[in-house]
């Protein structure tokens, strides 16, 4: 069956089992509980002498959003990673590898990075943004665990930190479809002797619901947080593109997902966000809340954002220099994969992925924004870096975080310098 009428059909399939995801935790918590998790936006604020009064959002902008639907074919992100199909049909070594690095990832993980692991897994229904607060770095990310607790970012928490119901997530950027039309087995089923099961006596990560592998949902889910983040919070952007897909990277170390997996949850994630943020009313409601965010850290520091985080940094509290997070965020694009494609292909930007520079290059037009993009890219050839006319550019080899990080001018004669490249 064609995947536009698959979609067809999971779709009104699929809504009353998100209805039943939602509801399963309300038989075992506490009304509070679940409010705390679900709708921490409605909490009343802890109000200190001269800070910023969190303003909630009203009714009315929690409706009327374009982005709801993915701008792609069939309203979803199928077509983003459709390229796996190819992989599977064609590219039966690669199929190899993807298990042999799983099993890699799972078997050799230090105790500390399971915990981390296993702390990426418990957050895909609430309380994502303290799990991801460390990109922040130890002084900031401490102030926004803080205001966090005295639930002094409702905005925030409204769109992005609500569980299943954060407001800039939803449906088509659930990936729930996507699995179902590829219907991928995970890891742990297709070589069950050779994968940890890295269960902690609390929870069990591997009651997945028999749900499909690819791509993964916690990554698309980690990545649109972050990559909608570091929009809003260019300071920061490159450290937060990072956590976001070390969080992908989480799932591998799990052995629930495979690295295609999660490079194709980083590409679903990071469609997603272009789409939110190109939706004018979202992008007013995102821009809110960075500066909901920025206007509490600032408040808590008593210094501009960018100073605080240069502080930070010279004293060695940062979380990762921004040369060590475009460093991870490129190795995580391809998990160590060769080429499978045409090694020589010019760049095809996704027309969405040059806003999501805006606020890093306020100055710059659409079109030297997306020079930028093309100019910080991966390598052309990867494993789902899909070649064909009708894909609507590359998000594989969109590499956000040197985006972010890139250093850029423009001469007199409009001539674009990337990192000391004319481009």
């Given at each position: ?58 009714l009315d902008d929690y409706v009327g959003y374009i982005s709801d639907i993915s701008s792609y074919p069939d309203g979803i992100y199928y077509s983003v990673v459709e390229g796996f199909n190819d ?262 930007v996704p027309q969405g992925a040059p806003e999501l520079l805006v606020n890093r290059f306020p100055e710059l037009s659409w079109a030297q924004r997306a020079a930028v993009i093309a100019a910080t890219a ?46």
């Amino acid at each position: 069956m064609p995947a536009s009428s698959l979609a067809a059909v999971l779709v009104p399939a699929l809504v009353p089992a998100l209805v039943a995801v939602t509801i399963v935790p309300v038989a075992s918590a506490a009304p509070q509980d679940l409010v705390g998790q679900y709708l921490p936006a409605t909490l009343p604020a802890v109000q200190h002498p001269g800070a910023p009064v969190p303003q909630p959002f009203e009714l009315d902008d929690y409706v009327g959003y374009i982005s709801d639907i993915s701008s792609y074919p069939d309203g979803i992100y199928y077509s983003v990673v459709e390229g796996f199909n190819d992989l599977r049909d064609n590219h039966p070594e690669i199929i190899d590898q993807n298990l042999e690095t799983v099993v890699r990832y799972n078997t050799t993980a230090t105790p500390e990075r399971i915990a981390r692991a296993q702390a990426d897994a418990r957050v895909d229904d609430g309380d994502l943004l303290a799990n991801v607060s460390d990109a922040f770095g130890a002084e900031l990310g401490e102030y926004l665990r803080t205001a966090i607790a005295e639930n002094r970012l409702p905005k925030t928490r409204a769109l992005l930190d609500s569980g299943y119901l954060s407001r800039a997530q939803g449906l088509a950027a659930s990936t729930l479809i996507e699995k179902e039309i590829f219907d991928n087995p995970r890891p742990f089923e297709v070589a069950p002797d050779r994968i940890v099961r890295h269960n902690d006596g609390d929870e069990d990560f591997y009651d997945l619901g028999g749900s499909a592998s690819f791509p993964s949902g916690h990554t698309s889910q980690a990545t649109l947080v972050t990559t909608l983040l570091a929009t809003v919070l260019p300071e920061l952007a490159p450290q937060l593109a990072a956590r976001g897909s070390e969080a992908g990277e989480s799932r591998v170390v799990m052995g629930v997902h495979y690295p295609l997996d999660v490079i194709g949850g980083r590409m679903t994630g990071t469609a997603a966000a272009a789409d939110r943020w190109n939706d004018p009313k979202m992008r007013d409601a995102l821009t809110q809340a960075g500066d909901e965010i920025r206007a509490e850290l600032e408040w808590r520091t008593g210094m501009p954002l960018a100073q605080a985080v240069a502080e930070q940094d010279a004293a060695g509290l940062g979380y990762l220099s921004a040369a060590d997070a475009v460093t991870v965020y490129a190795a995580q694009g391809t998990y160590g994969f060769g080429s499978v494609y045409d090694t020589d292909r010019a760049m095809n930007v996704p027309q969405g992925a040059p806003e999501l520079l805006v606020n890093r290059f306020p100055e710059l037009s659409w079109a030297q924004r997306a020079a930028v993009i093309a100019a910080t890219a991966l390598p052309s050839g990867s494993p789902l870096d899909r070649q064909v006319e009708d894909a609507g550019g590359s998000w594989q080899r969109v590499n956000l975080a040197a985006a972010y990080a890139a250093e850029v001018s423009v001469a007199a004669d409009g001539t674009l310098t990337v990192n000391g490249v004319a481009v």
